[in-house]
């Protein structure tokens, strides 16, 4: 390890910083400026006579704001890559521009610990001006960076403001007269540039904002085998223009002016690769891009000329502009180009110049282009030719495409127009031929009306199609005998604007089926595809399909005779909501909770979608919120019963249900439910007339058959008759006593006289006299209820009169005997009323005898116990007292 002893020496400005080793200052300094690019550049060099110069030497460089001795800037730099030659340089760029405010710049050595004393002081004198100017002018600024601005004033001037691109921007002041602003360049310029002021338009500058050089994939070839020709892709826009747009040079030499994507220069086209540079440069940057070929290897031909093509089998024939290419072992593209189609077609050959192209349609136009390119070390497709159009000869048509539609008696024969690849020239008329007829047709027509076609015999109906080169082949359809069956449709949903349809086979099918389609209820002309034997599906595509359009398809079996109708189906390619209105919307009250709904659906033909069922919407108008639905199935068209419905005022709505949704609302109809008084009334009154009605007709039978129901129910009730043996001689008081003889009682209970608690009758179960009490309502004996039969002291009965409140119980058992019916009688015994007499009910006595000589027993009805009975008395005797 070296010692030193630091020995500071001023005199002479060397410093001594060890034994042999001086340290001197920087020598002959300079300094330059480019206010350009804003560049101060500043070269010095080591003293000569120092006798060793330290190779760990640093100087530090420092850049001063002249009047205030601000530091700016300040770098050390390294000089041992420089040691050899004793002269250094440096460079720096400044932020702020020169013009604004002067600028200093110093330098001084440094090794380890020890510097040197610093250089004079080097100045870059800033601008004076005795008017506002702004600097730098006519900038380029990179997209995307920070730049300065300043703004010199002249004397007594005051900075009012400072704008870039119209908008006020915030500023700094350096000193004195001179104010800075930065501006952050987010976009770049328009093709122009943009305007920076200060105080007022007039004074300012203009700026141009853009990007470096972005060109990349530099590739190099030859044309012709006597230059290259190296293009690139030119990448993001700088959107710098004029003498600020790029420049480029390839392998040292300046491509030409305004080059942007290729550059070509002559040269020797030897065996073995060459390299390949591309330098581009702008203000803003430099680029350099580099590619390695052998161009032998690289050849692109030119396109070929005069291309020229005739006939039906065209021949192709073109010139190559070069000389060296017909030698060349080569491969060409022939392109045709027809009515959109492109058709491309190769061909090889040494120096190729003609092709023959078979198979092209007839009378038919056609574009030919042809392009080439080496078939040994192929690298790329040469340019296309201009194109050559060309048209070929006419050629008789295809057969036309036959369909026919049925409607009562009449027949319409269809026919697709011919393409243009189909009819191999231009179509004079179609020839139509039926039975013995024949009509000529003139295009456009594409149809033939068959009328009064007789329902019990088929026609074979023949169509061709004819041109300048003849007649098609012709086209065979037969017209079924009679009408078609008809079939049921299947429904069915379409997608993607079509239908994806499906059938059954048919045993009867030889040539495959026909499916046509039509709008299921508007009047057109159908439209129809053929497909092939042995395929049952088929997709239906047509221009002419609708949405919300009802279609119905028809299947045909395509047999050797006449075409089968085979299947049906119905439906819509895509389902819309429905666009009419549910019609006749009415409510009507059926009982106490009853509503009738009904309502006449939407017509098929404004249906877009299949009615699934109908939606009833109902709700309380004074709750509309609570809103009630009642679903209904298409059998039920038409009319619904809701029942449960409380009495109150309703809003009702009816709305189809499909498959995408609901629509059709009808309007609103509002029903007020009524309590039924009226109805109760009516039935009663219905009632009360029916049970008349009866009644009238019970009586009017009942007096027509009136004896018989007398007879019946009223039988002839024959008069008591007294027996002379029943009376006894007079006693002493003139009376004559009655003698009766027992009557043996039947094994009935003989009803007597009713009190007001009851009726009481003769209980024969319980031995004579006894009386018992029942509720019947038969009368018994009918007797005058103040009468009674008393016991003499003889022995004898007579009457004596009672009222009818006399108990029962009070009377006697003794019985009365009557010899004609065998009956025993209680004493109170009712002997029914004589004709014509009205008994005295204060008398004790029996009555006169001669008033009535004949008494007669009320017949008996039907007791609880279902016995009738009847008592007869007779007796031609008067009675006598």
Not at 516 to 529: I, N, S
Not at 566 to 588: F, S, T
Not at 626 to 636: H, P
Request: proline letters at 6%; hydrophobic letters at 35%; a negative charge.
């Amino acid at each position: 390890m070296l010692n030193c002893i630091v020995i500071m020496h001023t005199v002479t400005g060397y410093t001594y910083v060890a034994p042999g080793v001086l340290l001197s200052g920087p020598q002959n300094v300079s300094v330059n400026y480019d206010l350009k690019d804003q560049r101060i550049s500043v070269t010095w060099e080591d003293d000569p006579s120092s006798s060793r110069v330290p190779d760990k030497l640093i100087y530090d460089v420092e850049v001063l704001l002249t009047v205030n001795m601000t530091e700016v800037h300040s770098e050390a730099v390294d000089v041992r890559q420089a040691l050899a030659s004793r002269k250094y340089h440096w460079s720096w760029t400044s932020a702020l521009p020169l013009e604004c405010t002067s600028h200093s710049v110093r330098l001084r050595s440094r090794y380890q610990n020890y510097t040197s004393q610093w250089s004079p002081l080097l100045t870059i004198t800033g601008r004076a001006s005795t008017h506002p100017q702004v600097f730098p002018k006519s900038s380029v600024v990179q997209v995307d960076s920070n730049f300065t601005f300043c703004c010199i004033l002249g004397p007594g001037q005051r900075l009012e403001y400072m704008k870039y691109n119209n908008i006020l921007m915030n500023t700094t002041h350096i000193i004195d007269q001179s104010y800075a602003m930065v501006v952050h360049m987010q976009s770049p310029s328009p093709p122009s540039c943009i305007n920076v002021y200060c105080n007022s338009p007039l004074y300012g500058t203009c700026v141009y904002v853009g990007y470096p050089p972005g060109d990349r994939n530099l590739v190099c070839e030859t044309r012709d085998l006597e230059s290259v020709e190296c293009h690139w892709d030119t990448g993001r826009a700088t959107n710098l223009t004029k003498q600020r747009m790029t420049r480029y040079d390839l392998n040292g030499r300046a491509c030409p002016n305004r080059t942007v994507s290729n550059c070509y220069q002559t040269v020797r086209v030897d065996q073995g690769e060459r390299n390949w540079t591309l330098t581009a440069r702008n203000p803003l940057g430099t680029l350099e891009l580099r590619d390695t070929a052998d161009l032998k290897k690289r050849v692109r031909l030119l396109a070929p000329m005069e291309v020229l093509a005739s006939g039906v089998n065209a021949s192709v024939q073109w010139q190559w502009e070069r000389p060296q290419y017909h030698i060349l072992l080569m491969v060409c593209q022939v392109q045709l180009n027809h009515s959109g189609h492109i058709d491309v077609r190769n061909f090889s050959g040494i120096g190729l110049r003609s092709v023959v192209l078979h198979g092209l349609a007839p009378a038919q136009t056609y574009t030919v282009q042809v392009c080439c390119g080496l078939k040994q070390h192929f690298w790329k497709w040469g340019d296309w030719s201009e194109g050559s159009t060309f048209k070929t000869e006419e050629d008789i048509p295809e057969m036309l495409d036959v369909w026919m539609q049925i409607e009562g008696n009449q027949t319409m024969i269809l026919w697709k127009p011919l393409t243009v690849n189909q009819s191999h020239g231009q179509i004079k008329d179609y020839e139509v031929t039926w039975g013995r007829q024949e009509t000529i047709l003139h295009p456009p027509q594409n149809d033939f009306l068959i009328s009064d076609r007789s329902t019990d015999e088929g026609h074979r109906v023949t169509v061709t199609a004819k041109n300048s080169a003849g007649s098609s082949l012709p086209s065979i359809i037969i017209i079924p005998r009679l009408p078609h069956r008809s079939k049921s449709s299947m429904k069915i949903v379409g997608s993607d604007g079509g239908f994806n349809l499906s059938w059954s086979a048919s045993p009867n099918s030889s040539c495959g089926y026909v499916v046509d389609w039509c709008p299921t209820h508007k009047k057109c002309r159908v439209e129809w595809v053929k497909v092939p034997a042995g395929i049952t599906r088929a997709r239906i595509q047509s221009a002419s399909f609708e949405e919300g359009v009802r279609y119905t398809l028809s299947i045909f079996a395509c047999t050797p005779g006449a075409p089968e109708l085979w299947e049906r189906r119905e439906g819509y390619v895509k389902e819309c909501l429905p666009k009419g209105q549910i019609q006749r919307l009415a409510a009507e009250q059926y009982g106490s909770d009853t509503v009738l709904i009904s309502w006449t659906a939407i017509p098929p033909e404004s249906q877009t979608a299949f009615i699934h069922g109908y939606i009833i919407y109902y709700c309380d108008t004074s709750h509309l919120s609570s809103m009630r639905i009642f679903n209904v199935t298409t059998d039920e068209l038409g009319a619904k019963n809701l029942t449960g419905i409380p009495v109150s005022s309703y809003r009702f709505i009816v709305k189809a249900l499909t498959s995408v949704g609901e629509g059709g609302d009808s309007s609103p109809v509002f029903l007020q439910m009524n309590p039924q008084t009226d109805q109760l009334i009516t039935v009663i009154i219905i009632s009360l007339g029916s049970a008349a009605c009866l009644l009238a007709l019970v009586t009017i039978l009942c007096y027509r058959n009136w004896k018989c129901v007398k007879e019946n129910m009223y039988p002839k009730i024959p008069k008591p008759v007294w027996k002379e043996e029943w009376l006894t001689p007079l006693e002493s008081n003139g009376r004559q006593i009655l003698y009766v003889d027992p009557c043996q009682p039947s094994e009935i209970d003989i009803v007597c006289n009713r009190e007001q608690s009851g009726e009481a009758v003769l209980d024969n179960n319980a031995g004579k006299g006894a009386l018992t009490n029942t509720n019947s309502d038969v009368p018994a004996l009918h007797v005058y209820y103040n009468q009674l039969l008393t016991k003499t002291t003889s022995g004898h009965f007579t009457f004596s009169p009672h009222t009818m409140a006399t108990p029962f119980s009070q009377l006697s058992g003794t019985v009365i005997q009557n010899p004609s019916y065998n009956l025993e009688v209680q004493a109170s015994l009712d002997m029914g009323q004589s004709v014509g007499y009205e008994p005295d009910m204060n008398s004790f006595s029996c009555p006169n005898p001669e008033l009535h000589n004949t008494m007669s027993y009320v017949p008996f009805e039907t007791d609880s116990r279902g016995y009738k009975f009847q008592c007869h008395i007779e007796d031609s005797s008067p009675l006598q007292e």
